[in-house]
């Protein structure tokens, strides 16, 4: 057998002596080929398709009469600083709800794995709670409580519908968030919480200080999920009279018999959601880049 | 004879570490590899890099006289033809042990169900698991689930299997149990090259064993030189360290 030990002359400090082989200089420029060509691929494809939906679109029958009734740009400027007020109300109501929405979901989810006696109830006060709130249409619940309430006459109790909407909407959610929380929970290894416990920490610790952030990384995209649908769902509130994009939208539309006020408000919607996506994406990679680093 | 696996100046950084630096190895047919060093000393890299699990930044890869370090050469190709097992048995916990076998002979062989679960359970047999063919990944003991990885690796007949340090995260009474399968293979002929901690395994069964130092093989050779009158201070060191008796 004929061995060598290649190159041992300078063990060390070779990194900045090293220039690529001619054979690596070939490697890049076919590497390059390939992502230039995969990017051409995908580019021109997304052209193609979006430019045939356009036409499928701009050729059908009715096309002028929904050009008319759906994009018509002069009610789109009308009706715009009406939208843009009512959404705000919107956005507030999501920022609110939602801070809400996550602590009170956490809490239900805590409760749910909760292993003390003395918790027994609140274990089952969320079991109901969930099972039950999960049941309910959101909307019939927005409906229930936003006219409901106000209407017991208690002393004490707010009776503007917008917020009951929110408390409504904020039910509604947090049994979702719950249960996302809860099978975040569930996902951790057991044997997280077993090294967590001989260290000597109690298992509120455990939960608080281990299994709880790493749930909370493995169920942010499906928590995002949930907040997109809360984003929307927000438009419900209009439906107790309360004069948020939708409703100002759909005042609008009725006055002058045109939808367009509908496309402008999805435009808002979807300009909301689409950075909040984006944020989580990128949140989730710096996450998975710091903690996969090197590993298989 | 010419060599069924030919590497020739390969390098790999991450970032700014240098990770393997001008790393030259022939592997022929029937040889029995092992790469010692301690760790961070590139085994494991090197052992990625030879399935194609990353991209190296210099020299080649030769694999029966095809390069498959070229970007235009299918990976999965050059899988079909090499077995890999990993220290941390990376069973797929949702599939049975019978399952985790079959899964690439079927899938990307395209054999039949039946061949494949004839030629797993003949395996399992062989390596003294048939009995649980049937069971999930998670109800076996350490040793178990890496002789597991083992069947799935060689079901689907590689001409090169490469073993990660495949005893590292075994406790010691189990590290025995896996390597007998890893000698009966190598008494079969397989072509292996394996990362290991366990030197008299590697003196008793290699063919050929590389020392690593900071990505560099800085000395290879028959295990009876290598372990009895190395070349290099490095590794003379190395072996005083693991090895109290050789000194």
Redesign the interface.
């Known amino acids: 057998m004929t061995d060598t030990s290649p190159g041992s002359a300078t063990a060390a400090g070779s990194a900045a002596a090293w220039t690529p082989s001619l054979r690596e200089l070939e490697r890049r420029a076919v590497r390059r080929r390939l992502r230039r060509r995969s990017l051409l691929v995908a580019s021109g494809l997304v052209v193609l398709v979006l430019l045939a939906l356009g036409v499928a679109i701009t050729s059908s029958p009715g096309w002028p009469n929904v050009k008319e009734l759906f994009f018509s740009w002069e009610h789109a400027k009308a009706v715009f600083p009406d939208v843009l007020d009512g959404f705000w109300l919107n956005v507030r109501l999501f920022l609110i709800c939602e801070v809400v929405i996550l602590v009170l979901g956490l809490l239900v989810a805590l409760a749910r794995v909760a292993r003390s006696p003395w918790l027994a109830p609140v274990r089952v006060l969320a079991v109901v709670y969930t099972d039950l709130l999960r049941g309910i249409p959101t909307l019939l619940l927005v409906l229930m409580l936003g006219f409901g309430m106000p209407a017991l006459g208690l002393q004490g109790v707010p009776i503007s519908g917008t917020f009951w909407a929110g408390v409504a909407l904020v039910l509604s959610y947090s049994a979702y968030v719950a249960e996302v929380f809860r099978a975040g929970i569930d996902s951790v290894h057991p044997s997280q919480v077993a090294s967590a416990q001989a260290l000597g920490l109690s298992r509120p610790q455990a939960l608080r200080f281990v299994v709880v952030p790493q749930a909370v990384r493995r169920v942010v995209p499906p928590l995002l999920n949930d907040f997109v649908s809360l984003q929307k769902d927000t438009a419900l509130v209009s439906a107790v009279a309360v004069f948020d994009a939708v409703f100002a939208a759909r005042d609008y539309a009725a006055y002058n018999f045109n939808y367009t006020p509908y496309v402008v408000v999805a435009a808002f919607f979807v300009v909301l959601t689409v950075p909040l996506a984006r944020f989580t994406d990128w949140l989730q990679r710096r996450w998975l880049a710091r903690e996969r680093a090197g590993q298989l | 004879m010419s060599a069924l696996l030919e590497v020739r100046?390969l390098?790999k950084t991450?970032g700014d570490r240098?990770v393997l630096?001008?790393?030259?190895l022939d592997v022929r047919a029937h040889d029995v590899v092992c790469l010692i060093g301690s760790s961070g000393s590139g085994k494991s890299t090197l052992l990625r890099c030879l399935d194609l699990l990353e991209?190296v930044?210099?020299?080649?890869i030769t694999l029966g006289g095809v390069e498959i370090?070229?970007?235009?050469v299918d990976p999965r190709e050059v899988r079909k033809r090499v077995g890999m097992v990993?220290q941390?048995y990376?069973l797929f916990p949702h599939l049975s042990v019978l399952d985790n076998c079959t899964l690439a002979p079927r899938r990307v062989h395209g054999d039949s169900r039946a061949a494949a679960e004839e030629r797993a359970l003949g395996l399992l047999d062989q390596f003294g698991l048939a009995e649980h063919a049937r069971k999930h990944p998670d109800r076996l003991s350490g040793g178990q689930q890496q002789r597991v990885a083992l069947v799935r690796a060689l079901c689907t007949g590689p001409d090169l299997l490469l073993l990660d340090e495949i005893t590292a995260a075994l406790d010691p009474e189990l590290v025995g149990e896996v390597l007998t399968i890893v000698r009966d293979l190598a008494a079969a002929g397989t072509t292996m090259v394996l990362a290991t901690h366990e030197m008299a395994f590697a003196r008793d069964v290699a063919t050929?064993v590389c020392f690593l130092?900071?990505g560099?093989?800085?000395?290879?050779?028959?295990p009876d030189q290598l372990f009895t009158a190395p070349?290099?201070d490095?590794t003379r060191q190395f072996l005083a360290r693991v090895l109290p008796t050789a000194g």
Do not use: C, M, W
């Not at chain 2, 630096?21 to 030259?24: F, G, K, L, N, P």
């Open positions: 100046g390098r991450y240098l630096d001008s790393v030259d991209d930044d210099d020299g080649t370090s070229d970007p235009l990993f941390a990376n050929k130092h900071q560099r093989i800085l000395e290879q050779g028959p070349r290099e490095r």
